[in-house]
Nanobody, 127 residues
């Protein structure tokens, strides 16, 4: 059973940056597709960014392209989301998710692709 723990959220002003981390335990991020999702106030949870297990392939929500960067360190079983030029509409609880023991190096964008989830970390961007 994989446990995921996010950290790095907080309150920032428009234009500032944050880096979220997600540490996996009870398993490994090797051969695991990983992703970030978010749920803003009054909104449904949405896809933000994802990586194949090698990190060669990534995918981003259109509205975060060029501002957010997904990275991973499989030696530390940790993934990151570098968020720059933050906007008030980025305010949300951010969740990391994992799909493990893969045989194919693919990116997955849908919530149902991921059986393991963290508890979330709050990001608030003030205007």
């Amino acid at each position: 059973q994989v446990q995921l723990v996010e950290s790095g959220g907080g309150l920032v002003q428009t234009g500032e940056s944050l880096r979220l981390s997600c540490a996996a335990s009870g398993g490994t991020t090797r051969r695991s597709a990983m992703a970030w999702f978010r749920q803003g106030p009054g909104k449904e949870r949405e896809f933000v960014a994802a990586s194949s297990w090698t990190g060669i392939s990534t995918s981003y929500l259109d509205s975060v392209k060029g501002r957010f960067t997904f990275s991973r360190d499989n030696t530390k079983n940790t993934i990151y989301l570098q968020m720059n030029s933050l906007k008030p509409e980025d305010t949300a609880v951010y969740y990391c998710a994992a799909r493990t023991n893969l045989n194919e190096d693919k990116v997955y964008r849908y919530q149902y692709n991921y059986p393991y989830w963290g508890q979330g970390t709050q990001v608030t961007v003030s205007s």
